[in-house]
């Protein structure tokens, strides 16, 4: 089975919202100089496309970084900060802030469509590969298959290598995959 | 009331959540290695988790307000974790009690996660916005606790003569710890008419149809017998929090200030 393909993209309200931020953003730069900065556990994806990126600011050279936690055990919102402040020093931006938001939630909305795809190649199904309701998991829940596409899978267990994902296993291809979970 | 007061109230209440969650937390964690198989294994790991980062936010919040304060800077999340003593923490009974088998994580798991459903959903509401933002947080990942929690007594419940009865001896050990999930002292009285704490008196109906409805889903009995045991948010523990406290507080207390 093919991922469902619109004719015309669509795009999610907070998806649109966050481009639209971006786009109106000062500072460019440096929204771009934080597209190398990948999620620590999931290198694939920047922490723009991932969607926990949410404000940078520049103030007499003093940069401040807003960025909202996944889970809110999640352990790589340290290593995250550093590597934030590691990048703003190679470019020259001797302080940064991060500061951490926790409202609004972070929701899964907020995943580009980039990085949705990068997801997918990476061999971790996103959100909206889940056949159905995403939002109310079961057993009988069927993901597309990130390595053959199939929709034969199984839920294994609602908690996979992270907080943030689910593990299934596909029937068709035999392999173990984990799921994006929608929150 | 003067402000400072209800400061103080609202920096006691925010711990005393942050109690409730760290100590799940940990005892949850005692499960990483020990579970029945790997994916389960993995899943307490994550539950364990998600309740850490609850007790971090709590704490965090608690931190922020103590310093405003007292006008200063030097309190931290980690000073109400591993600084302080057993009569200092305020957490549920339930939430201390011993790891047990697997039968009795997974009812206590159930008691406690379908009570956080309605306490976050209420607490999204606090006057107070950051408390509120917690709960928002909180809430999404319980649904996920929730459901787990749910299909494994129905599971285990209605599985073999064995999983019966020990999923039974569990409720019937735990159920009298429950009560006290659903009592106000006059600190969260205070808070309540302020519109910051919830009135979790008020959750009680709701939280026993549900629990009593996965109970008896799961061809289990809903307790009958009339006994409780309260304290904790006095400071009265059983003596299972010492000893958890112990392991979690001991490399903090031995290497005062060490960095990762």
Known sequence: MQPYQPIIPSKSVEQFEREQFRRNSVVPQLWACLDHV????????????????????????????????????CPAMDAISEDITIAFRDIGIKNTTVITELSPAWT???????????????GIAPPNDVIGDAKEL?????????????????????????????????????????????? | MTQTNTNQDIIDYTVRLGDDAIVIGHRVSEWISNAPFLEEDIALGNVALDFIG?????????????????????????????????????????????????????????????YNKYFLEKLKDSSDETLAAIAIKAAKETRYHCRRSKDWTLRLGDGTTESHQRMQTALDDLWGYSHELFEQDELEQRLVALGVAV???????????????????????????????????????????????????????SFPDAKW
């Open chain 2, 54 to 114: 609850h007790a971090r936010m709590y704490y965090g919040y608690a931190a922020e307000l103590t310093n405003k304060t007292n006008g200063n800077d030097d309190t931290t999340e980690d000073d109400f974790a591993y600084l302080r003593d057993e009569r200092q923490f305020q957490n549920h009974l339930l939430h201390e009690l011993h790891k047990g088998d697997f039968a009795y994580t997974t009812i206590r798991q159930l008691l406690i996660d379908i």
């Open chain 2, 199 to 253: 009135d979790c008196a008020s959750l009680k109906a709701d939280w026993l149809a549900e629990v009593s409805a996965i109970i008896e889903q799961a061809t289990l009995t809903v307790p009958t017998q009339e006994w409780a045991v309260r304290g904790g948010r006095q400071g009265y523990h059983t003596e299972h929090l010492g000893h958890l406290l112990t392991q979690m507080q001991f490399i903090a207390r």
């Open chain 1, 38 to 73: 990948k999620d620590p556990e999931i290198p694939a994806l920047s922490l723009w496309d991932i969607g926990i990126l949410k404000d940078i600011k520049l103030d007499n050279g003093q940069a401040t970084v807003t960025i909202t936690p996944t889970y809110s055990g």
């Open chain 1, 108 to 122: 899964t909305q907020w995943m580009t469509d980039k990085g949705r795809a990068q997801l997918r190649d990476y």
């Open chain 1, 138 to 183: 079961n057993n009988d829940t069927q993901v597309m298959c990130p390595h053959c596409k199939s929709d034969n899978t199984t839920l294994v267990s609602e908690f996979g290598s992270t907080a943030c994902k689910a593990l299934f296993k596909c029937n068709t291809c035999h392999e173990p995959f984990d799921l994006f979970k929608h929150i």
